[in-house]
């Protein structure tokens, strides 16, 4: 089991597609052990995105994620990491596949809806940015044998 951090980008939140993207985790048989709306304080908005600094769009970056209200995911499943990255899609709107999250739902590039960690390493650096000790619930279902069963 991974657990992986996701959240949806002022944009998302604002155009009302909150309730559809987390449809699509939960769809999938993802358990979610933690959601929260927030504002964006910088200095985690700089922690976060820390690999960007310096490129050209970092800036831009900062001002939108901290511009309005994000919504914030720990999301839990077997290779977790990995399968969100691929509900997700390419970063840019107009290459991403039809079907994912940022193919169905956008066309840019830099306003692209969501975050998600892109490795194990990337994703416990970032759970604990965004969730205090002890904030994740603990969730046993028992559904899981059925759905991650390999046959
Ligand atoms: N971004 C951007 N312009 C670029 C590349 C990235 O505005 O040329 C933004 C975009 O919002 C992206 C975020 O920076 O989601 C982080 O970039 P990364 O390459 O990590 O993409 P992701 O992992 O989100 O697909």
Not at 11 to 19: E, M, T
């Amino acid at each position: 089991m991974e657990t992986t951090l996701i959240f949806l980008k002022p944009d998302a939140v604002q155009r009302g597609l909150i309730g559809s993207i987390v449809g699509r985790f939960e769809a999938k048989g993802l358990t979610f052990v933690g959601m929260k709306l927030m504002n964006v304080p910088k200095d985690l908005a700089e922690k976060h995105y820390a690999e960007h600094q310096g490129k050209p769009f970092y800036d831009g970056l900062i001002a939108f994620v901290t511009s309005s209200p994000v919504f914030v995911m720990a999301i839990r499943g077997v290779n977790a990491v990995a399968v969100c990255r691929t509900l997700i899609g390419a970063t840019n709107g107009q290459k991403a596949d039809p079907g994912t999250i940022r193919g169905d739902f956008g066309m840019s590039g830099g306003y692209n809806m969501i975050h998600g960690s892109d490795s194990l390493e990337s994703a416990e650096r970032e759970l604990a940015l965004w969730f205090d000790d002890g904030e994740l619930a603990t969730i046993d279902k028992t559904l899981d044998q059925w759905v991650y069963d390999p046959s």
